[in-house]
């Protein structure tokens, strides 16, 4: 299978963060962002997601509701939390 995220400068696939997003996933995102137009030079779109509006395709960060409607066949609430514990 092969994947193009970016070609000729723009970006193929959005990058899609779940509503309620930890500050964990938030900060990976715009992280995300930035290496891929660094590799790509193409800038990526955040787009925030809700169960209720999600693209047919992006890449995803986080493992919330929106993400669960992409996936339906991976149980996704039996991944663990990337939350740094303190």
Do not use: C
Request: hydrophobic content about 35%.
């Amino acid at each position: 299978m092969n994947l193009t995220l970016a070609d000729r400068g723009r970006a193929r696939l959005p990058i899609l963060t779940q509503a309620g997003a930890t500050p964990a996933e938030t900060y990976a995102s715009a992280e995300l962002a930035h290496w891929l137009q660094q590799l790509t030079g193409a800038p990526f779109e955040k787009i925030p997601v809700s169960p209720y509006s999600v693209p047919p395709s992006g890449i995803v960060v986080g493992h919330g509701e929106g993400a669960q409607k992409l996936f339906p066949e991976v149980r996704l609430h039996e991944l663990g939390s990337h939350e740094p514990h303190g």
